[in-house]
């Protein structure tokens, strides 16, 4: 069975750190471009981050630029989302996509084939 399987989420205090991962099972990475998503209560889904297949390619939204940081491991078949200085609006729950496979697939948010069923991000104190 293809899935992704999002962990790393819990509560943190305001200006803490979380790091996400977003591990596939039942195929490889290495041919998809990965995007990170989250969702607050009663919010529209915002795009976080993502990383082409190659890993040379990333984008971050501009609420989360400077405090994120997007990175994949191939050999883990996992993709990480490291989150610093974290604030009570990045509470979400957040989610990761694939989009391939194919070669050289650019960074990304838009036809993702595979979800997660994604983590709960509480950033509070």
């Known amino acids: 069975q293809l899935q992704l399987v999002e962990s790393g989420g819990g509560l943190v205090q305001p200006g803490g750190s979380l790091r996400l991962s977003c591990a596939a099972s039942g195929f490889s990475l290495d041919y998809y471009a990965i995007g990170w998503f989250r969702q607050a209560p009663g919010k529209e889904r915002e795009e976080v981050s993502c990383?082409?297949?190659?890993?040379?390619?990333?984008n971050y939204g501009d609420s989360v630029k400077g405090r994120f940081t997007i990175s994949r491991d191939n050999a883990k078949n996992t993709v990480y989302l490291q989150m610093n200085s974290l604030k009570p609006e990045d509470t979400a729950v957040y989610y990761c996509?694939?989009?391939?496979?194919?070669?050289?697939?650019?960074?990304?948010?838009?036809?993702?084939?595979?979800w997660g069923k994604g983590t709960l991000v509480t950033v509070s104190s």
């Open positions: 996509a694939a989009d391939g496979p194919r070669i050289d697939v650019v960074c990304n948010y838009y036809g993702m084939d595979y």
């Open positions: 990383i082409s297949s190659s890993g040379g390619n990333t």
